[in-house]
């Protein structure tokens, strides 16, 4: 069984996980990959690396991953996350984080975190 590893990032670090993925992109391609919306699109456009969209995150999208962390669909997170504006849907960011960290997924919010969760297997 592949490892379905969810890729998503903030727009302004969008550019960050794009190019921590080149680095990654020989690892990535060997894992099931899911992203929401903007995200996936933007990885598949420079990488071709297949990420499957599922929804856009202030519209419902990080709800959604959370709901497939409780079915047992995802087995990694990274997630590079703009810490420092308010996000109008902050309240599903901490769920997801929060569904994530009950259900022992590991979850990287930030490239440090993310290169230790990539090389981990």
């Known amino acids: 069984m592949r490892t379905t590893i969810a890729l998503i990032a ?22 099931e990959l899911i992203g929401t919306t903007n995200t996936s699109k933007l990885l598949n456009d420079m990488l071709d690396l ?15 991953l959370a709901a497939k962390i409780l079915q047992g669909e995802v087995h990694k997170i990274i997630f590079f996350i703009d810490a420092e504006t308010p996000h109008g849907h902050e309240h599903d960011i901490q769920t997801l984080i929060r569904t994530a960290v009950i259900n022992n997924i590991p979850i990287a919010l930030n490239r440090a975190s993310a290169d ?6």
């Open 50 to 64: 297949g990420v499957k969209g599922f929804g856009h995150g202030p519209s419902g999208g990080d709800i959604l």
């Open 10 to 31: 903030h727009n302004s670090r969008k550019n960050d996980l794009l190019n921590w993925a080149k680095v990654h992109h020989e690892v990535l391609k060997d894992h």
């Open 116 to 121: 230790l969760i990539i090389l981990e297997e």
